[in-house]
């Protein structure tokens, strides 16, 4: 399974963002990280194979939105409101192993992305 992420870019403060994640193949449970420099890589947003299931870490919650369009094996991620500790390079992540669990935990995920880089400035 490949993975490829696209959609970053620089915006201002309170601005938007839809991050893309396109699958080779396959229905997955799927994942949002991102990695600051200096920072470890912390869990964003999941999403369950189905797409009726999703988690957010508290960071981002009420400002992102993780969906997925399985026909298309595609997730996207809609970033408003953006704030510049939301800087940072975004990694999508598929989890072949899991049938109902959302982990956050980035080893629970095989298959990443190469990352797409997101600035925000104030």
């Known amino acids: 399974v490949q993975l490829q992420a696209s959609g970053g870019g620089s915006v201002q403060a309170g601005g938007s963002l839809r991050l893309s994640c396109v699958a080779t193949f396959g229905t997955y449970v799927m994942g949002w990280f991102r990695q600051a420099p200096g920072k470890e890589r912390e869990f964003v947003a999941g999403?369950?194979?189905?797409?009726?299931?999703?988690v957010y870490a508290d960071s981002v919650k009420g400002r992102y939105t993780i969906s997925k369009d399985n026909a298309k094996n595609t997730m996207y991620l809609q970033m408003n409101s953006l704030k510049p500790e939301d800087t940072a390079v975004y990694y999508c992540a598929a989890d072949p192993k899991s049938i109902v669990r959302i982990s956050t935990t980035p080893s629970s995920y095989d298959y990443w992305g190469q990352g797409t880089l997101v600035t925000v400035s104030s």
């Open positions: 999403i369950n194979r189905g797409g009726g299931s999703t």
